[in-house]
């Protein structure tokens, strides 16, 4: 079998190497260089803090998973010369700042452990313990050991590798054009700058950018991009342990509001430098500096930490995710065009369902049962019809020939 | 030798006295003049560094001199990163000389009670 | 008449100044320095004046002629130590110009927000200095280091110092260090005398236009003399050693590449080594506010200095390296049109003839000082190559080799070369430069080639820095009074 995969992301990644592990044949095509997009411009969070329960819950949790083995088997794969891809474990805070926040942060925690996540809440006294500097002024705090974060660009780089181990082949600066489509109707491979591909399926893994891979094939995907921007402090002496977060990150993640939103996501990295994070906007693909998406950062930043006043901060940056209407990845075959497939839509978790959504779409692709239900991930599901059917353009139906 | 302070009395372009100041550096005094940078003070007095860094624990002071390279940074009446050959030197600045070293990657904590499980 | 803002008090910016000025235009003038005069003419602060600083300094009546026009005019104002962090792009106009003022990394400084009806770019360039093993101890410094250090403070930094690396600049910065106490063990230069040749040569009139330029190198040649500081060519810093700090310096000849001539080492003690390679523009600034690039990675102008954006101006080092005649003169050109005026203007025939004639022997200079390949292989695998984060080299090919051949940008992520404080002013190019050499083709691009646009998209993000100088977390948070 051979598989075509549209994105050097970590999605397109992760894929290529679940594929190619599998014995099949995997072409990688990147229209830029690897890691040049989505995967590049984010934090590198595993989160279950900020899922109810829910379909991207249980995948999440799947990811979560796997990703202790295949930290294990990147390792052992590549050696001590690789970098390392910084996975850790290092447990996440949820805190409320204000008195109507502590309750709803409770009750959505209680909910998240009927779903069997590790949903600590704990005392403030508990969260200073935890999070020695943190505000405390907090009203309440929720402790989640599960939470983890990576080094997104090393972790892909990582994967790619690995794949290419497995014999995966990656071609950068290919744009695809357009697909090729048998007599049947079936996509068969895809036309690109540099010449042709021939393959019995193509997975479109191009982040906020697979709306416009899609059409090239000949369909359109509902794929938004919204943008979101991080700020970076210089390094500074280690006093943010966890990941940090005030407790209206989870209402932001689950909206469609296309106007700014800002939400506290604090943590500190390998280099001893903090992350701070992050907005949302859906503006298109808009990259214009605006002060004030960053001033609203550092001023949330600095309710939960109010040490990070006299912090330096030398850096922003950002990228776009992957916004779908129904807030679901798309994980599986479109019913509309035999031989695409498509891994995307993860918003802002793509870096942590990554190896889930490889590992399911290799399962798929193999005709093999995936761990997980893939039913609620699938192109087909009905909460995305409503998207998809004003968009359907005419294409030949293979099953009807 | 190292680096020094040309006294007025050898230099060429005369400049006029100028009035002595002291500042502390890790709680030793150090004295200039007013008007030096930081840097300036602690290179007259024949100190060539100060910071250590983070990953290989090596000593740095000035390297560019003019504020592009953020080696010389120190901390200053307890304010962090501040390049000392862009901050001029004021009587009685109290420096720290800065070494932040690189966070360890730590075992998750256990909060008493914790390992019950799910409270 | 037109609001006209000026960022930096250089040369090139106090020269925009007083063209603005005489157009009548209302003038903001920032430096982040409470001085005027830029890195050239930097000098001893007024609380130790001197009434020979022109000792130390070429066009010094120059500077003190525009600095009291400048400070006594009503219509300019000039701000001191205002530190411009980020600009926000506004379609057809300048843009947002966002600036922090106060004490240098200060907190709680005030903020000013300017929207100008002209923008007039004169930040400057900063010392390019290329790795060698050892460059990282105390006691090795830039040649700008060793110049700001005289001039502006009247430290020496050695008794015993050896400077090198390329470029004409080299020259003042050993009579700066002669002047202020040091004794200089010699200047090496890395080109050799073919290539000086070859670059000084082909159009000497050009240099006998440059009549200022020559008496400037002219007087420093003396200088040399009078002091017996040996002059060489072709000769480079390969290596400094010492415990903690420098002791020994080794140099080395090299060929016309740069390579170094193994068997040619001469390893000499010294208290400080003072290095410069040439200089790199600092266009952080001009990228914020949207400015083109070209293919030689300085600021593209128009004849009257006005970039690719509208209303935004640039005038000195980041539209090329020229020295001070011609950031004096493209200053000029770029006040007097961003004050409305003509570049047909009879007032301007001079600058634009000035222009003509430096832009001339500017590259002249670069034709002999340019940076060669070479120099690649004084490196070790320990030689660190990104200092903040010390990066080594062989991290850097142990992280292409990895990856086999990840892109400029994966490998700067990756291995955290240019990810530190500096955010890559000192290793930027120099990382770039060992990348495409180490993994050939590695350009980004979000092009659908890897051609040249691939090359210039690298460079763009390795100097664009969205928040152009550091400032603390709180001040980001304040809203603007």
Same mark, same amino acid.
């Given at each position: 079998?051979?598989?075509?995969?549209?994105?050097?992301?970590?999605?397109?990644?992760?894929?290529?190497?679940?594929?190619?592990?599998?014995?099949?044949?995997?072409?990688?095509?990147?229209?830029?260089?690897?890691?040049?997009?989505?995967?590049?411009?984010?934090?590198?969070?595993?989160?279950?803090?900020?899922?109810?329960?829910?379909?991207?819950?249980?995948?999440?949790?799947?990811?979560?998973?796997?990703?202790?083995?295949?930290?294990?088997?990147?390792?052992?794969?590549?050696?001590?010369?690789?970098?390392?891809?910084?996975?850790?474990?290092?447990?996440?805070?949820?805190?409320?700042?204000?008195?109507?926040?502590?309750?709803?942060?409770?009750?959505?925690?209680?909910?998240?452990?009927?779903?069997?996540?590790?949903?600590?809440?704990?005392?403030?006294?508990?969260?200073?313990?935890?999070?020695?500097?943190?505000?405390?002024?907090?009203?309440?705090?929720?402790?989640?050991?599960?939470?983890?974060?990576?080094?997104?660009?090393?972790?892909?780089?990582?994967?790619?590798?690995?794949?290419?181990?497995?014999?995966?082949?990656?071609?950068?600066?290919?744009?695809?054009?357009?697909?090729?489509?048998?007599?049947?109707?079936?996509?068969?491979?895809?036309?690109?700058?540099?010449?042709?591909?021939?393959?019995?399926?193509?997975?479109?893994?191009?982040?906020?950018?697979?709306?416009?891979?899609?059409?090239?094939?000949?369909?359109?995907?509902?794929?938004?991009?919204?943008?979101? %921007?991080?700020?970076?402090?210089?390094?500074?002496?280690?006093?943010?342990?966890?990941?940090?977060?005030?407790?209206?990150?989870?209402?932001?993640?689950?909206?469609?509001?296309?106007?700014?939103?800002?939400?506290?996501?604090?943590?500190?990295?390998?280099?001893?430098?903090?992350?701070?994070?992050?907005?949302?906007?859906?503006?298109?693909?808009?990259?214009?500096?605006?002060?004030?998406?960053?001033?609203?950062?550092?001023?949330?930043?600095?309710?939960?930490?109010?040490?990070?006043?006299? %912090? %330096?901060?030398?850096?922003?940056?950002?990228?776009?995710?992957?916004?779908?209407?129904?807030?679901?990845?798309?994980?599986?075959?479109?019913?509309?065009?035999?031989?695409?497939?498509?891994?995307?839509?993860?918003?802002?978790?793509?870096?942590?369902?990554?190896?889930?959504?490889?590992?399911?779409?290799?399962?798929?692709?193999?005709?093999?049962?995936?761990?997980?239900?893939?039913?609620?991930?699938?192109?087909?599901?009905?909460?995305?019809?409503?998207?998809?059917?004003?968009?359907?353009?005419?294409?030949?139906?293979?099953?009807?020939? | 030798?190292?680096?020094?302070?040309? @006294?007025?009395?050898?230099?060429?372009?005369?400049?006029?006295?100028?009035?002595?100041?002291?500042?502390?550096?890790?709680?030793?005094?150090?004295?200039?003049?007013?008007?030096?940078?930081?840097?300036?003070?602690?290179?007259?007095?024949?100190?060539?560094?100060?910071?250590?860094?983070?990953?290989?624990?090596?000593?740095?002071?000035?390297?560019?001199?003019?504020?592009?390279?953020?080696?010389?940074?120190?901390?200053?009446?307890?304010?962090?990163?501040?390049?000392?050959?862009?901050?001029?030197?004021?009587?009685?600045?109290?420096?720290?000389?800065?070494?932040?070293?690189? @966070?360890?990657?730590?075992?998750?904590?256990?909060?008493?009670?914790?390992?019950?499980?799910?409270? | 008449?037109?609001?006209?803002?000026?960022?930096?008090?250089?040369?090139?910016?106090?020269?925009?100044?007083?063209?603005?000025?005489?157009?009548?235009?209302?003038?903001?003038?920032?430096?982040?320095?409470?001085?005027?005069?830029?890195?050239?003419?930097?000098?001893?602060?007024?609380?130790?004046?001197?009434?020979?600083?022109?000792?130390?300094?070429?066009?010094?009546?120059?500077?003190?002629?525009?600095?009291?026009?400048?400070?006594?005019?009503?219509?300019?104002?000039?701000?001191?130590?205002?530190?411009?962090?980020?600009?926000?792009?506004?379609?057809?106009?300048?843009?947002?110009?966002?600036?922090?003022?106060?004490?240098?990394?200060?907190?709680?400084?005030?903020?000013?927000?300017?929207?100008?009806?002209?923008?007039?770019?004169?930040?400057?360039?900063?010392?390019?200095?290329?790795?060698?093993?050892?460059?990282?101890?105390?006691?090795?410094?830039?040649?700008?280091?060793?110049?700001?250090?005289?001039?502006?403070?009247?430290?020496?930094?050695?008794?015993?110092?050896?400077?090198?690396?390329?470029?004409?600049?080299?020259?003042?910065?050993?009579?700066?260090?002669?002047?202020?106490?040091?004794?200089?063990?010699?200047?090496?230069?890395?080109?050799?005398?073919?290539?000086?040749?070859?670059?000084?040569?082909?159009?000497?009139?050009?240099?006998?236009?440059?009549?200022?330029?020559?008496?400037?190198?002219?007087?420093?040649?003396?200088?040399?003399?009078?002091?017996?500081?040996?002059?060489?060519?072709?000769?480079?810093?390969?290596?400094?050693?010492?415990?903690?700090?420098?002791?020994?310096?080794?140099?080395?000849?090299?060929?016309?590449?740069?390579?170094?001539?193994?068997?040619?080492?001469?390893?000499?003690?010294?208290?400080?080594?003072?290095?410069?390679?040439?200089?790199?523009?600092?266009?952080?600034?001009?990228?914020?506010?949207?400015?083109?690039?070209?293919?030689?990675?300085?600021?593209?102008?128009?004849?009257?200095?006005?970039?690719?954006?509208?209303?935004?101006?640039?005038?000195?080092?980041?539209?090329?390296?020229?020295?001070?005649?011609?950031?004096?003169?493209?200053?000029?050109?770029?006040?007097?049109?961003?004050?409305?005026?003509?570049?047909?203007?009879?007032?301007?025939?001079?600058?634009?003839?000035?222009?003509?004639?430096?832009?001339?022997?500017?590259?002249?200079?670069?034709?002999?000082?340019?940076?060669?390949?070479?120099?690649?292989?004084?490196?070790?695998?320990?030689?660190?190559?990104?200092?903040?984060?010390?990066?080594?080299?062989?991290?850097?090919?142990?992280?292409?080799?990895?990856?086999?051949?990840?892109?400029?940008?994966?490998?700067?992520?990756?291995?955290?070369?240019?990810?530190?404080?500096?955010?890559?002013?000192?290793?930027?190019?120099?990382?770039?430069?060992?990348?495409?050499?180490?993994?050939?083709?590695?350009?980004?691009?979000?092009?659908?080639?890897?051609?040249?646009?691939?090359?210039?998209?690298?460079?763009?993000?390795?100097?664009?820095?969205?928040?152009?100088?550091?400032?603390?977390?709180?001040?980001?948070?304040?809203?603007?009074?």
């Amino acid at each position: 079998m051979r598989v075509i995969v549209i994105g050097g992301g970590i999605i397109g990644a992760a894929t290529a190497r679940s594929l190619s592990r599998r014995g099949i044949d995997v072409t990688v095509l990147e229209r830029g260089r690897n890691v040049g997009g989505t995967s590049s411009g984010g934090e590198g969070n595993l989160l279950l803090s900020d899922k109810g329960p829910g379909d991207e819950l249980r995948l999440t949790q799947y990811s979560s998973t796997l990703w202790p083995v295949v930290d294990a088997e990147l390792r052992d794969e590549l050696g001590p010369a690789f970098p390392s891809v910084e996975f850790e474990r290092k447990g996440g805070v949820v805190v409320a700042t204000t008195a109507q926040g502590a309750q709803p942060l409770h009750d959505f925690a209680a909910l998240q452990r009927t779903a069997g996540v590790d949903a600590r809440p704990v005392s403030r006294d508990d969260a200073l313990l935890l999070e020695p500097h943190l505000n405390p002024a907090i009203t309440a705090a929720i402790h989640y050991p599960e939470d983890a974060q990576v080094q997104p660009v090393i972790m892909t780089e990582a994967l790619i590798a690995s794949a290419k181990l497995s014999g995966a082949q990656f071609f950068e600066n290919e744009a695809v054009l357009a697909g090729i489509r048998s007599p049947g109707g079936e996509l068969v491979g895809v036309r690109t700058t540099r010449g042709t591909h021939h393959a019995d399926a193509v997975v479109v893994a191009a982040g906020p950018w697979s709306g416009d891979v899609s059409e090239a094939l000949g369909l359109s995907l509902p794929v938004k991009p919204r943008r979101g %921007m991080v700020l970076v402090t210089s390094r500074m002496p280690h006093r943010i342990f966890h990941k940090v977060y005030d407790g209206d990150y989870v209402g932001v993640v689950g909206s469609s509001n296309a106007a700014l939103q800002t939400s506290s996501v604090i943590e500190t990295t390998a280099a001893g430098t903090v992350l701070i994070g992050s907005s949302r906007q859906q503006i298109g693909f808009d990259t214009r500096l605006t002060v004030a998406v960053l001033r609203e950062l550092a001023q949330k930043a600095l309710r939960l930490f109010p040490f990070l006043s006299e %912090m %330096m901060v030398m850096r922003s940056y950002g990228g776009f995710r992957p916004f779908m209407p129904d807030h679901l990845p798309v994980i599986g075959p479109d019913p509309r065009l035999p031989g695409l497939w498509h891994a995307t839509g993860h918003e802002g978790a793509g870096i942590g369902l990554s190896v889930a959504t490889g590992a399911m779409l290799a399962d798929l692709l193999a005709g093999a049962p995936p761990a997980l239900d893939a039913a609620p991930f699938s192109p087909a599901r009905a909460s995305l019809a409503p998207f998809l059917a004003p968009f359907l353009t005419p294409f030949p139906d293979s099953r009807a020939a | 030798m190292t680096s020094f302070l040309l @006294p007025p009395s050898d230099d060429p372009i005369r400049p006029a006295e100028a009035s002595g100041i002291r500042i502390a550096v890790d709680g030793r005094p150090v004295d200039g003049l007013a008007g030096q940078s930081i840097a300036g003070v602690l290179l007259g007095s024949g100190t060539l560094a100060w910071r250590t860094t983070s990953k290989n624990a090596r000593p740095r002071g000035v390297f560019c001199g003019i504020g592009v390279c953020y080696d010389c940074l120190v901390e200053v009446n307890g304010q962090r990163d501040v390049r000392a050959c862009q901050r001029r030197a004021a009587d009685g600045d109290t420096v720290s000389t800065q070494y932040d070293a690189l @966070p360890e990657v730590a075992e998750p904590i256990e909060l008493p009670g914790e390992a019950d499980g799910r409270a | 008449m037109p609001d006209v803002l000026i960022i930096g008090a250089g040369p090139a910016g106090l020269s925009a100044a007083r063209a603005a000025r005489r157009l009548g235009a209302a003038v903001t003038l920032l430096d982040s320095s409470d001085e005027l005069g830029g890195q050239y003419w930097r000098h001893l602060p007024p609380s130790r004046p001197s009434e020979r600083e022109s000792v130390l300094h070429h066009g010094w009546a120059t500077f003190t002629a525009l600095r009291s026009e400048l400070e006594t005019d009503d219509g300019c104002t000039i701000i001191r130590g205002a530190s411009v962090w980020a600009i926000e792009t506004r379609d057809g106009r300048p843009g947002a110009v966002f600036a922090v003022i106060g004490e240098p990394d200060g907190a709680g400084r005030s903020q000013r927000v300017f929207e100008p009806d002209a923008l007039v770019l004169a930040t400057g360039a900063h010392d390019r200095t290329l790795p060698f093993p050892g460059w990282d101890l105390p006691g090795v410094f830039t040649a700008g280091a060793a110049q700001a250090l005289a001039k502006g403070e009247r430290v020496a930094i050695g008794s015993r110092v050896l400077v090198a690396g390329a470029g004409p600049f080299l020259l003042p910065v050993a009579a700066s260090l002669v002047a202020t106490g040091s004794t200089v063990i010699g200047v090496y230069e890395a080109n050799r005398t073919k290539s000086l040749l070859a670059g000084w040569l082909p159009k000497p009139w050009q240099l006998l236009r440059a009549a200022k330029k020559g008496t400037e190198l002219a007087g420093y040649v003396l200088n040399h003399l009078q002091h017996r500081i040996p002059y060489r060519l072709g000769v480079a810093v390969v290596r400094a050693d010492g415990t903690d700090r420098v002791e020994t310096v080794t140099i080395a000849r090299v060929d016309a590449s740069w390579a170094p001539i193994p068997g040619t080492e001469q390893t000499i003690a010294v208290d400080a080594v003072c290095v410069g390679h040439g200089f790199t523009p600092r266009l952080e600034l001009a990228l914020a506010a949207g400015c083109a690039l070209g293919a030689d990675d300085f600021v593209t102008v128009d004849e009257g200095q006005q970039t690719s954006v509208s209303s935004v101006y640039a005038a000195g080092e980041i539209t090329g390296i020229g020295g001070v005649d011609l950031a004096l003169a493209e200053g000029e050109i770029a006040g007097h049109v961003a004050a409305g005026g003509s570049v047909l203007d009879a007032r301007l025939a001079s600058a634009l003839a000035h222009r003509r004639t430096y832009l001339a022997f500017a590259d002249r200079i670069e034709n002999a000082h340019g940076i060669e390949t070479g120099w690649q292989g004084w490196l070790t695998d320990d030689t660190v190559v990104c200092r903040c984060e010390e990066v080594s080299y062989g991290d850097l090919c142990g992280a292409v080799a990895a990856t086999g051949g990840a892109s400029l940008r994966s490998v700067k992520l990756s291995s955290r070369a240019g990810l530190g404080i500096c955010q890559g002013r000192v290793c930027g190019r120099t990382v770039e430069e060992l990348l495409s050499t180490l993994s050939p083709g590695h350009s980004d691009g979000p092009g659908h080639s890897d051609g040249p646009r691939s090359a210039a998209a690298d460079r763009v993000r390795t100097d664009r820095r969205p928040i152009a100088v550091p400032l603390r977390l709180g001040e980001l948070a304040a809203e603007p009074g």
